[in-house]
């Protein structure tokens, strides 16, 4: 489902009710929560509906929150601040659009994550779990409400960094490992960004708030499909057999990331990325790991041994010297180049998103050819849009043997506006030779789309008129490209510094598009 959620505050250090006791890092578990083998929903007496995705009778969300502003967009649905009536708190509310649950699959999919994150819910660093509503059109799913945002942003926002603030990030991500793991259940896809912060404060939580692609772990079982996002994937789930060792392999990468700003494992197509994880080199050599601690990197080699049997375990990891409470990571100022690495990685650059949109309209025919067919072929109800039935059944056609996981990713990853659907313009842009996208002209082109009077600079002005027409123009937004992509910092964009940020994927570590 993957949306960004958000909470009224730091949740107490205590927990109400009974902890098992085998080892310190054991989570509470809150007796009062529906027990494990009675999911969300499956009422044991009445009010069971075999026609809903919940099980639940439908009711109205309204009757219990006041739905308030858009918080944002998502390929489901939308995700929006809403205020409990009963006591004024505020939680965040992701409504799902059922039209976009499409295969029996996707409501499965959907049940299951309400199931997880009602199972989780209660413990320290997940996001609390406060209910879920199902209507005719729509399921919502209401929980706490992280107003502290994503887990780069803060870093990058404090401006100084060090090894022991690395270390109780990432002693917060093994935890969440360890809590899912101690109750049965599979993450399969931890990456920074489905980890925010539970409010502004300094000493905020990290929660973790996307369990989408979460499965409850059966026993014995091999997991084969290959399901998570490029850079974080474990080398067995490449190879389809898999178990709960790669939530680890997982966090191991964010701690590589954590500590240099790049990825381990990098290339500029996402094939490339999965053949540098199954060959398994990791650089230490590079800036800044000359100067990181023998300790730290001791931790990063154990989290990312290929073998997952010889893997270092989620308890093994709490109580490595490095991570501990009051263990023995420095306090010594990492080098300030980290942080300008983990800005370029964080997110794809909008601008670049947009900018090359803008190319694919320009294209000439000739460059698209094939393109065009291939796009009528697939759109089967002449809609002008693909959709996610649509383009599995025609990659089916082409002969395409993905799994449903990777047609989903495929989707998402072409669906640039979030809409659950792909125009013309999107598939075109998904599917061109990058190389092509970048030739001289093309780039110029689309410069004199955001230069809009001509003048040889991309204003502040000119860029949030371009980007409000695309839907992607918030404040934020705006001012992070403009820091991001002007290099010499006079407050708007040129054309060389347009060039280098739409080259710069291709060619440098931490830029991939």
């Given at each position: 489902m993957g949306c960004c959620l958000s909470s009224k505050g730091s949740e107490p250090e205590e927990h109400i009710g009974h902890v098992h006791n085998h080892n310190n890092h054991e989570p509470f578990v809150n007796q009062s929560k529906t027990p494990f083998h009675q999911p969300y929903g499956?009422?044991?007496?009445?009010?069971?509906?075999?026609?809903?995705?919940?099980?639940?009778?439908?009711e109205d969300v309204r009757k219990h929150y006041t739905i308030g502003k858009e918080l944002g967009r998502g390929q489901f649905g939308v995700t929006y601040l809403c205020t409990e009536n009963s006591s004024g708190l505020q939680y965040a509310c992701k409504s799902i659009s059922k039209r976009k649950l499409v295969t029996r699959a996707d409501k499965e999919d959907m049940k299951r994550e309400i199931q997880i994150m009602q199972h989780l819910s209660g413990q320290a660093n997940i996001v609390e779990f406060k209910g879920a509503y199902e209507d005719k059109h729509w399921v919502h799913v209401v929980m706490e409400l992280c107003a502290g945002g994503?887990?780069?942003?803060?870093?990058?926002?404090k401006g100084h960094y060090s090894e022991r603030a690395a270390a109780s990030i990432c002693?917060?991500?093994?935890?969440?490992?360890?809590?899912?793991?101690f109750m049965g259940v599979m993450h399969r896809d931890l990456k920074p960004e489905n980890f925010l912060?539970?409010?502004?404060?300094?000493?905020?939580?990290?929660?973790?708030t996307d369990f989408g692609l979460s499965v409850f772990i059966e026993q014995g079982k091999v997991y084969r499909d290959i399901v998570g996002s490029a850079y974080y994937v474990a080398p067995e789930v490449l190879r389809r057999s898999y178990g709960k060792e790669v939530d680890i392999?997982?966090?191991g990468v964010i701690l590589y990331i954590l500590l240099s700003g790049v990825p381990p494992f990098w290339a500029e197509t996402e094939k490339g990325?999965?053949?540098?994880?199954?060959?398994?080199?990791?650089?230490?050599?590079?800036?800044?790991?000359?100067?990181?601690?023998?300790?730290?990197?001791?931790?990063?080699?154990?989290?990312?041994?290929?073998?997952?049997?010889?893997?270092?375990?989620?308890?093994?990891?709490?109580?490595h010297p490095w991570l501990k409470e009051g263990g023995n990571a420095s306090d010594k100022p990492i080098d300030s180049a980290v942080l300008s690495r983990m800005k370029q990685f964080r997110a794809m650059n909008k601008l670049k998103k947009l900018a090359l949109k803008v190319i694919a309209e320009n294209l000439s025919e000739e460059e698209i050819q094939g393109l065009k067919a291939m796009f009528t072929n697939m759109d089967t109800d002449n809609s002008g849009t693909i959709t996610y039935e649509e383009l599995r059944a025609g990659l089916q056609r082409l002969g395409s043997k993905l799994t449903e996981a990777e047609v989903r990713q495929l989707m998402d990853a072409a669906d640039v506006d979030g809409n659950g659907t792909i125009d013309y313009i999107e598939f075109i842009t998904a599917t061109m030779h990058r190389h092509r996208l970048e030739r001289d002209e093309h780039l110029y082109k689309a410069f004199q789309y955001f230069d809009q009077d001509g003048s040889g600079y991309i204003t502040r002005d000119e860029l949030e008129t371009a980007m409000k027409e695309y839907g992607m123009g918030d404040e934020a937004t705006i001012k992070e490209i403009i820091s991001e992509v002007d290099t010499d910092n006079d407050g708007r964009i040129n054309y060389e510094e347009f060039c280098t940020m739409m080259r710069s994927g291709t060619q440098q570590q931490g830029k991939l598009f």
């Open positions: 499956l009422p044991e007496k009445h009010g069971h509906r075999h026609d809903t995705i919940t099980g639940k009778p439908f994503e887990l780069f942003d803060r870093i990058i926002a002693r917060q991500i093994v935890k969440v490992v360890h809590i899912c793991s912060l539970s409010s502004k404060d300094d000493k905020a939580l990290l929660k973790a392999w997982s966090a990325i999965f053949d540098a994880i199954l060959q398994g080199h990791i650089d230490f050599e590079s800036n800044p790991w000359p100067s990181i601690s023998s300790s730290a990197k001791d931790l990063v080699r154990k989290m990312l041994t290929k073998d997952p049997k010889k893997r270092i375990t989620p308890t093994q990891v709490l109580e």
